[in-house]
């Protein structure tokens, strides 16, 4: 039996949805924009919100419109993708890395105080694996610290703590809607934020410079960050999707759940109290990791391992300070972590058949 790490829940829907954009040739941004970034931000609870064309760039926006820029510095997690320490980069600006807690990998902010300096100017929490980190920490730590908060909720569409969706907190949010995230456009960003400053800064920069179409007057230097109608229109079915896909998900990790309760061996991903998980991917911690995820494919099945620490990505070697000593807790996710798959088509058999595996090779090892 096949089962991928990831199938993105598109079909004919998504097809038909895109068909008014044709009929009317309009294929840039346009109708479908206006309404999917209205429902976003209904979901959210945002006031302004703008779209880019990925998350990462979404990211390099938000904090470009916060002022952030060479010479700066932002604390980013050791434990994230890639892009949100590029996205800092990309602003000339400095990614300083902290450590993760080993429960769910969010921000650990014991580890942070000791590494702001002047020159340190926000905090990027990132929302890992569909939950959301400790908020009103990283808030009351940026407010001591006088730093802006940037939030990389890339993987938390959807997510909410305490009844706050993610991306209520920060001073920008930013959201990704890639292939495997909950709700996909294919590739596709959106930054929103409560500051209509901000907002105005936003445009600018994802506009070339102007506010509105149709001009050749640019007041400000900005680029084409800008999304298509053929985008929206599929992200709009997705949205509508959105509740099957989350209680499908929240089955799938129930399915794991029961189909792993007798192992020992095994330790989930754990969200906070009060904290939603819509799973990006149900993550399992277990000593031998590397080597289930290797048996894992020689019977068809794809995993993934948890995130590499940024700190030991050879092309950031030249910002770390510190070594692995600074960073257990990440190391200990990537060593220890799989990801499962986990998405909205997945069937009960499949599920079914990769637990069994687990099972025997834990059971053999």
Not at 8 to 18: K, T, V
Not at 89 to 117: K, S, Y
Not at 124 to 131: A, E, F, L, N, S
């Amino acid at each position: 039996m096949h089962v991928p790490q990831f199938m993105p829940w598109i079909g004919n829907d998504e097809y038909e949805g895109m068909r008014p954009c044709f009929e009317s040739q309009w294929i840039t941004e346009g109708p479908k924009t206006k309404e999917f970034e209205e429902k976003l931000l209904a979901l959210i609870g945002a006031r302004y919100g703008v779209f880019a064309p990925n998350g990462t760039l979404a990211l390099y926006l938000g904090l470009r419109a916060l002022g952030i820029g060479p010479g700066d510095e932002v604390l980013v997690p050791d434990f994230t993708f890639m892009g949100s320490a590029t996205a800092v980069e990309m602003t000339g600006a400095i990614p300083v890395f902290v450590d993760v807690n080993t429960r769910n990998f969010q921000i650990d902010l014991a580890h942070a105080d000791a590494l702001g300096q002047k020159k340190t100017k926000a905090i990027m929490p990132v929302h890992i694996y569909g939950t959301i980190a400790d908020m009103d920490a990283v808030s009351a730590f940026a407010k001591r610290h006088g730093l802006l908060v940037i939030e990389d909720a890339a993987q938390a569409i959807g997510v909410r703590r305490n009844g706050k969706h993610a991306g209520s907190w920060g001073d920008v949010s930013c959201f990704s809607f890639f292939a495997d995230k909950t709700i996909t456009t294919g590739e596709g960003g959106f930054i929103v934020t409560n500051d209509e400053a901000t907002y105005e800064k936003l445009r600018l920069l994802r506009n070339q410079g102007r506010r509105d179409r149709g001009t050749f007057i640019h007041p400000a230097i900005g680029y084409n960050f800008r999304i298509t109608d053929m985008q929206a229109a599929i992200g709009l079915v997705q949205l509508g999707k959105l509740q099957e896909i989350v209680e499908r998900k929240k089955t799938i990790l129930q399915w794991y759940k029961t189909g792993l309760k007798d192992i020992k061996d095994i330790t989930f991903f754990e969200p906070d109290p009060g904290t939603d998980w819509i799973p990006f991917r149900v993550g399992i911690l277990l000593k031998k990791a590397h080597a289930l995820m290797e048996h894992l494919k020689t019977k068809d099945i794809e995993p993934r391992t948890f995130f590499y620490p940024l700190h030991k990505q050879p092309c950031l070697a030249h910002l770390v300070r510190g070594g692995d000593e600074q960073f257990p807790n990440a190391i200990f996710g990537y060593e220890h972590g799989v990801c499962l798959p986990t998405f909205p088509t997945l069937k009960k058999e499949q599920v079914q058949y990769v637990c069994e595996v687990i099972k025997k090779f834990l059971l053999s090892a």
